[in-house]
Protein backbone atom coordinates (compact mmCIF):
# COMPACT_ATOMS: atom_id res chain seq x y z
CA UNK A 1 0.00 0.00 0.00
CA UNK A 2 1.27 3.38 -1.40
CA UNK A 3 1.33 6.22 1.51
CA UNK A 4 -0.32 8.45 -1.06
CA UNK A 5 -3.72 7.23 -0.03
CA UNK A 6 -3.23 7.37 3.59
CA UNK A 7 -1.87 11.27 3.51
CA UNK A 8 -4.63 12.18 1.39
CA UNK A 9 -7.06 10.42 4.19
CA UNK A 10 -5.55 12.68 6.60
CA UNK A 11 -6.07 16.03 4.48
CA UNK A 12 -9.56 14.86 4.39
CA UNK A 13 -9.91 14.91 8.38
CA UNK A 14 -7.97 18.30 8.77
CA UNK A 15 -9.83 19.64 6.36
CA UNK A 16 -13.13 18.25 7.24
CA UNK A 17 -12.55 19.79 10.97
CA UNK A 18 -11.95 22.95 9.79
CA UNK A 19 -14.51 23.68 7.41
CA UNK A 20 -16.67 22.35 10.08
CA UNK A 21 -15.47 24.62 12.72
CA UNK A 22 -15.34 27.54 10.07
CA UNK A 23 -19.10 27.79 10.83
CA UNK A 24 -17.98 29.09 14.45
CA UNK A 25 -17.02 32.19 12.94
CA UNK A 26 -21.16 32.75 11.48
CA UNK A 27 -22.18 31.84 15.25
CA UNK A 28 -19.45 34.41 16.66
CA UNK A 29 -21.00 37.32 14.33
CA UNK A 30 -24.06 36.53 14.99
CA UNK A 31 -24.09 36.34 18.69
CA UNK A 32 -21.85 39.72 18.32
CA UNK A 33 -24.75 41.18 16.50
CA UNK A 34 -27.37 40.19 18.79
CA UNK A 35 -25.27 41.38 22.03
CA UNK A 36 -24.90 44.91 20.78
CA UNK A 37 -28.74 45.73 19.34
CA UNK A 38 -29.48 44.38 23.10
CA UNK A 39 -26.92 46.47 24.66
CA UNK A 40 -27.57 49.93 22.80
CA UNK A 41 -30.68 49.75 21.32
CA UNK A 42 -32.74 47.58 24.00
CA UNK A 43 -30.15 48.55 26.95
CA UNK A 44 -30.40 44.72 28.49
CA UNK A 45 -26.91 43.51 27.71
CA UNK A 46 -26.33 39.44 28.32
CA UNK A 47 -24.00 38.38 31.30
CA UNK A 48 -22.08 35.96 29.59
CA UNK A 49 -22.00 37.38 26.20
CA UNK A 50 -18.16 37.48 26.93
CA UNK A 51 -17.70 33.83 27.90
CA UNK A 52 -19.39 32.88 24.76
CA UNK A 53 -17.38 35.09 22.75
CA UNK A 54 -14.39 33.41 24.14
CA UNK A 55 -15.76 29.88 23.37
CA UNK A 56 -16.84 30.81 20.24
CA UNK A 57 -13.24 32.19 18.67
CA UNK A 58 -11.23 30.19 20.94
CA UNK A 59 -13.01 27.04 19.73
CA UNK A 60 -12.56 28.26 16.00
CA UNK A 61 -8.75 28.63 16.41
CA UNK A 62 -7.54 25.87 17.88
CA UNK A 63 -9.98 23.51 15.55
CA UNK A 64 -8.95 24.68 12.35
CA UNK A 65 -4.28 24.40 13.29
CA UNK A 66 -5.15 20.98 11.37
CA UNK A 67 -6.49 22.54 8.71
CA UNK A 68 -4.07 25.16 8.26
CA UNK A 69 -1.40 22.40 8.30
CA UNK A 70 -3.03 20.47 5.92
CA UNK A 71 -3.29 23.55 3.61
CA UNK A 72 1.00 24.04 4.26
CA UNK A 73 -0.78 27.53 5.13
CA UNK A 74 1.73 28.26 8.33
CA UNK A 75 3.90 31.10 8.70
CA UNK A 76 7.20 30.02 7.81
CA UNK A 77 10.45 32.00 6.15
CA UNK A 78 9.97 31.62 2.56
CA UNK A 79 11.96 34.06 1.48
CA UNK A 80 14.95 31.05 1.81
CA UNK A 81 13.09 28.40 2.37
CA UNK A 82 11.34 28.83 -0.92
CA UNK A 83 14.59 28.47 -3.18
CA UNK A 84 15.77 25.81 -1.63
CA UNK A 85 15.39 22.15 -3.34
CA UNK A 86 12.99 20.02 -2.20
CA UNK A 87 15.07 17.75 -0.10
CA UNK A 88 16.72 20.31 1.61
CA UNK A 89 13.01 21.62 3.00
CA UNK A 90 11.92 18.29 3.98
CA UNK A 91 15.24 17.67 6.12
CA UNK A 92 14.99 21.52 7.27
CA UNK A 93 11.17 20.42 8.03
CA UNK A 94 12.22 16.93 9.68
CA UNK A 95 14.26 18.17 12.17
CA UNK A 96 12.34 20.97 12.99
CA UNK A 97 9.07 18.88 13.70
CA UNK A 98 11.40 16.49 16.09
CA UNK A 99 12.69 19.49 17.97
CA UNK A 100 10.10 22.07 18.24
CA UNK A 101 6.25 20.59 16.82
CA UNK A 102 6.11 17.60 17.95
CA UNK A 103 7.53 18.02 22.07
CA UNK A 104 5.01 21.12 21.82
CA UNK A 105 2.05 19.55 20.56
CA UNK A 106 2.38 16.41 22.78
CA UNK A 107 2.28 18.60 25.51
CA UNK A 108 -0.57 20.48 24.61
CA UNK A 109 -2.61 16.92 23.91
CA UNK A 110 -0.78 16.43 27.61
CA UNK A 111 -1.93 18.76 29.73
CA UNK A 112 -5.14 19.55 27.65
CA UNK A 113 -6.46 16.04 28.14
CA UNK A 114 -5.88 16.61 31.68
CA UNK A 115 -7.25 20.09 32.06
CA UNK A 116 -10.45 18.37 30.07
CA UNK A 117 -10.77 15.62 32.69
CA UNK A 118 -10.42 17.78 35.97
CA UNK A 119 -12.98 20.38 34.50
CA UNK A 120 -15.55 17.85 33.82
CA UNK A 121 -14.90 16.14 37.47
CA UNK A 122 -15.49 19.78 39.01
CA UNK A 123 -18.15 20.65 36.46
CA UNK A 124 -16.24 24.06 36.49
CA UNK A 125 -18.06 27.08 35.49
CA UNK A 126 -16.78 30.42 33.93
CA UNK A 127 -15.99 32.85 37.12
CA UNK A 128 -15.69 35.98 34.74
CA UNK A 129 -19.57 36.89 35.96
CA UNK A 130 -21.85 35.21 38.23
CA UNK A 131 -23.74 32.20 37.55
CA UNK A 132 -21.56 31.90 34.62
CA UNK A 133 -21.66 28.98 32.00
CA UNK A 134 -20.24 25.77 31.78
CA UNK A 135 -16.42 25.65 30.65
CA UNK A 136 -15.65 22.19 30.71
CA UNK A 137 -17.25 21.81 27.03
CA UNK A 138 -15.22 24.48 25.31
CA UNK A 139 -12.10 22.90 27.49
CA UNK A 140 -12.11 19.51 25.86
CA UNK A 141 -11.56 21.18 22.70
CA UNK A 142 -8.02 21.36 23.82
CA UNK A 143 -6.92 17.79 23.58
CA UNK A 144 -9.68 17.13 20.50
CA UNK A 145 -7.64 20.12 18.84
CA UNK A 146 -4.02 18.91 20.00
CA UNK A 147 -4.93 15.22 18.79
CA UNK A 148 -6.28 16.49 14.91
CA UNK A 149 -3.17 18.74 14.94
CA UNK A 150 -0.44 15.76 16.31
CA UNK A 151 -2.38 13.51 13.33
CA UNK A 152 -2.10 15.99 10.40
CA UNK A 153 1.63 16.42 11.83
CA UNK A 154 2.80 12.53 11.59
CA UNK A 155 1.24 12.97 8.19
CA UNK A 156 3.96 15.98 7.21
CA UNK A 157 6.59 13.89 8.72
CA UNK A 158 5.97 11.21 5.97
CA UNK A 159 5.54 13.70 3.60
CA UNK A 160 8.79 14.90 4.72
CA UNK A 161 10.61 11.23 4.67
CA UNK A 162 8.94 10.76 1.17
CA UNK A 163 10.14 13.80 -0.19
CA UNK A 164 13.93 12.88 1.22
CA UNK A 165 13.58 9.65 -0.52
CA UNK A 166 11.92 10.77 -3.86
CA UNK A 167 13.13 14.29 -3.87
CA UNK A 168 9.88 15.10 -4.37
CA UNK A 169 7.36 16.39 -2.45
CA UNK A 170 4.21 13.88 -2.01
CA UNK A 171 0.98 16.22 -3.63
CA UNK A 172 -1.42 17.29 -1.26
CA UNK A 173 -5.05 17.59 -1.75
CA UNK A 174 -5.47 21.02 -2.16
CA UNK A 175 -3.40 20.79 -5.01
CA UNK A 176 -5.35 17.42 -6.43
CA UNK A 177 -8.37 19.90 -5.79
CA UNK A 178 -7.21 22.90 -7.44
CA UNK A 179 -5.94 21.46 -10.38
CA UNK A 180 -9.61 19.87 -10.73
CA UNK A 181 -11.49 23.23 -10.15
CA UNK A 182 -9.31 24.65 -13.20
CA UNK A 183 -10.68 21.52 -15.53
CA UNK A 184 -14.37 22.34 -14.22
CA UNK A 185 -14.40 26.03 -14.45
CA UNK A 186 -12.62 25.73 -18.08
CA UNK A 187 -15.10 23.15 -19.14
CA UNK A 188 -18.53 25.54 -18.19
CA UNK A 189 -16.50 28.13 -20.24
CA UNK A 190 -18.07 29.04 -23.58
CA UNK A 191 -15.12 30.77 -24.48
CA UNK A 192 -12.59 28.30 -24.30
CA UNK A 193 -12.41 25.61 -26.97
CA UNK A 194 -10.38 21.87 -26.33
CA UNK A 195 -7.24 22.97 -27.31
CA UNK A 196 -6.75 25.97 -25.17
CA UNK A 197 -8.86 23.80 -22.39
CA UNK A 198 -6.25 20.94 -22.56
CA UNK A 199 -3.04 23.39 -22.53
CA UNK A 200 -4.16 25.65 -19.49
CA UNK A 201 -4.64 22.46 -17.55
CA UNK A 202 -1.33 21.12 -18.79
CA UNK A 203 0.18 24.68 -17.48
CA UNK A 204 -1.60 24.62 -14.32
CA UNK A 205 -0.01 20.73 -13.62
CA UNK A 206 3.36 22.18 -14.73
CA UNK A 207 3.68 25.02 -12.63
CA UNK A 208 2.17 22.26 -9.56
CA UNK A 209 4.74 20.16 -10.69
CA UNK A 210 7.79 22.79 -10.96
CA UNK A 211 7.11 23.86 -7.35
CA UNK A 212 7.93 20.15 -6.17
CA UNK A 213 10.80 19.69 -8.19
CA UNK A 214 12.63 22.89 -8.26
CA UNK A 215 10.85 25.68 -6.19
CA UNK A 216 8.44 28.25 -6.05
CA UNK A 217 10.92 30.47 -8.25
CA UNK A 218 10.43 28.07 -11.61
CA UNK A 219 7.07 27.57 -11.10
CA UNK A 220 6.43 31.78 -10.60
CA UNK A 221 8.09 31.36 -13.95
CA UNK A 222 5.86 29.02 -15.53
CA UNK A 223 2.89 30.68 -14.55
CA UNK A 224 4.43 34.05 -16.32
CA UNK A 225 4.91 31.99 -19.21
CA UNK A 226 1.54 30.25 -18.86
CA UNK A 227 -0.18 34.10 -18.96
CA UNK A 228 1.81 34.84 -22.27
CA UNK A 229 0.50 32.09 -24.05
CA UNK A 230 -3.07 33.36 -22.78
CA UNK A 231 -2.11 36.67 -23.70
CA UNK A 232 -1.38 35.89 -27.40
CA UNK A 233 -4.03 33.47 -28.29
Not at 43 to 64: E, H, K, R, S, V
Not at 94 to 104: C, D, E, H, K, N
Not at 127 to 143: L, R, S
Request: hydrophobic fraction near 50%.
Amino acid sequence: MTTQPLLFFVDRVSTWAGKVSAWLIIALMLAVCVEVFKRYILNAPTAWIFDLNNFLYGGLFMLCGAYTLAQDGHVRGDFLYGNFRPRTQAALDLSLYFLFFLPGVLALLYAGWDYAGLSWRINEHSNVTANGPPVYHFKTVIPVAGALVLLQGLAEIVRCVVCLKTGLWPERLKDVEEIDVVGEQLAQSEFVDEQARRMAIEKAAQIHEAAEKRGVSDAIEIQREARGDQGRS
